[in-house]
């Protein structure tokens, strides 16, 4: 059954919280402005870097070897990422010769999720019920069970072992002959499963302790005192006990022997009685990797090292891809990139200076709450109004950026702008034309 949650919020604390409202909606709208300004330069010295990076570039058939007189000189190339490094997870003896290990942790848990209804009275108060409701679920991190607001699930979970998500990255990778940056590691991607080769020794070891903490959490179950998530931690960074380094080899053969808590499949390595049947308390570590491969560059040579370009605007250009892509499509995807970028933080600009002049405006509509239908009438209006002025405005800030940035394109945009107010208020004329029509018919 559903918990719910009932509050009631008076007239007065509302009215109060609106005026508050005001110097937020203040901070938003001067928030959101900043941000659409800021937006509109980073697009353009964005756009400038690219199509000067393009005019420069040049097309490098054979990296194998280095070639002194590409040096300082804007390259796209495609080659073979290798690397020698070897990537050890210390905390469960796994290792391998790659540019990337990553394990992802997921424990099972009861996770709280919530509903939330409000309704406006007569007299100008707010009624908010909120309902709760739990479900079991796999999830990224413990989930603290004291918190739940209902009683009857509060310190449900424990799990067998808290432990971080963890990644490695190779610091040695090269791209034919030259050496990669950091940032330009980061980017290689095509995780594949790593399978697990560990020794029966170590996973005896582990499924011993797991069923001691498992068995001493279910006694606790049992006297109503269950372990809350995060207190109960069988295997722990730096545990100088249960991390003794194993050097391990990926044969892909899964143990053979059967342990009662602690299952190995592929590349996961499951804590608890059944994977097909997980319990709250259960955790499920997945190992990944990434292997070299071939990958296309474009950035700047400097000796053995590659490096970014550095565009007359000061902005910077290294970008890696998996696979063989060539120059044009590579510059391609910037463009495209910076393009949904754009978009996406105008749309979060605009919200923002809707927000702001609805949390200004929204004293309006709460003094009037003591008429609720009265108060969503006059709620829809300023909502409107919010935004009309919302998207006005922003068109406004975007236009004068770009007229400070591209006065051509500012000066279309201003024109549109122009369009729009004046179709609004012809709208609101003839509107008022036709209700005097009405009320002398």
């Not at 800021?38 to 570039?57: D, H, S």
């Not at 990296?63 to 469960?92: M, W, Y």
Request: net charge neutral; hydrophobic share 40%.
């Amino acid at each position: 059954m559903a918990y719910q949650e009932t509050k009631t919020t008076g007239y007065g604390t509302r009215v109060s919280n609106s005026l508050k409202g005001i110097g937020i909606g203040f901070l938003l709208l001067l928030g959101g402005t900043a941000l659409l300004w800021w937006n509109e330069g980073r697009t353009v010295q964005i756009t400038q870097m690219l199509e000067e990076a393009q005019t420069v570039a040049v097309h490098v058939e054979d990296v194998s070897k280095p070639d002194p007189s590409l040096n300082g000189k804007l390259i796209h190339a495609t080659a073979f990422t290798q690397t020698k490094d070897s990537l050890n997870d210390l905390t469960f003896g796994v290792g391998c010769v790659a540019i990337q290990l990553e394990r992802k942790v997921q424990y099972y848990q009861w996770v709280e999720h919530s509903e939330t209804e409000t309704k406006d009275k007569t007299g100008g108060s707010q009624e908010t019920v909120t309902t709760y409701y739990y479900k079991q679920e796999w999830i990224g991190n413990p989930v603290n069970s004291q918190e739940f607001k209902d009683p009857d699930y509060q310190n449900k979970n424990f799990v067998l072992m808290d432990i971080e998500n963890k990644s490695y990255m190779a610091e040695n990778v090269t791209f034919g002959a030259y050496k990669l940056p950091k940032d330009l590691i980061g980017s290689i991607s095509g995780t594949v499963p790593m399978e697990l080769s560990l020794s029966e020794e170590r996973l005896s070891e582990w499924n011993r302790d797991i069923k001691k903490s498992f068995e001493s959490t279910s006694a606790s179950t049992v006297n109503n005192t269950v372990a809350v998530a995060g207190e109960t931690s069988t295997i722990a960074e730096g545990d100088s006990v249960k991390v003794e380094t194993v050097a391990t080899t990926e044969t892909g053969q899964i143990v053979k022997q059967d342990y009662n808590y602690v299952h190995v499949n592929g590349n996961v390595l499951y804590f608890g009685k059944n994977p097909n049947n997980p319990q709250v308390g259960d955790v499920s570590v997945t190992f990944t990797k990434i292997m070299p491969g071939d990958a296309s560059v474009i950035a700047v040579v400097s000796g053995n090292n590659l490096q970014s370009y550095i565009a007359k605007n000061g902005k910077k250009l290294s970008v890696l891809t998996s696979g063989a892509v060539s120059m044009d499509e590579m510059f391609e995807t910037e463009h495209l990139s910076n393009s949904i970028i754009s978009w996406v933080l105008r749309f979060i600009g605009l919200f923002l200076v809707v927000s702001g002049l609805k949390g200004i405006f929204g004293i309006l509509v709460d003094l009037l709450r003591v008429l609720p239908f009265l108060a969503d009438i006059v709620g829809l209006g300023v909502g409107l109004i919010c935004k009309v002025l919302g998207l006005v405005w922003s068109l406004l800030v975007i236009a004068a950026a770009w007229l400070f940035y591209r006065p051509v394109t500012a000066g279309i945009l201003l024109a549109v702008i122009v369009v729009l107010i004046a179709y609004l208020v012809k709208r609101g004329k003839n509107n008022k034309k036709a209700k005097v029509l009405n009320v002398q018919m």
